[in-house]
């Protein structure tokens, strides 16, 4: 998740695996895969840059590879 600014100044947290483009028309429009538009102060690197963070981030965790995939596994 990444939290970027809508033009009217509220904050808003985007969930960046649904981030399909990004444009800079001159406003950042961030497109979603849902079909969802989003028009935010940050530039259009800044947005790649927190997209890119979160991702790193969240490969930080491993992925269970084998058992049930139960935390309860002992």
Do not use: H, Q
Not at 14 to 32: G, H, K, R
Not at 52 to 59: G, I, L, M, N, Q
């Amino acid at each position: 998740m990444i939290k970027v600014t809508k033009l009217n100044g509220s904050e808003l947290v985007v969930n960046a695996d649904l981030i399909e483009f990004i444009e800079s028309t001159p406003d950042t429009l961030i497109s979603l895969t849902t079909g969802r538009k989003i028009m935010v102060l940050e530039d259009l690197d800044d947005v790649i840059r927190a997209a890119t963070d979160y991702r790193s981030r969240a490969r930080i965790y491993p992925i269970p590879t084998g058992g049930t995939g139960s935390v309860f596994e002992g």
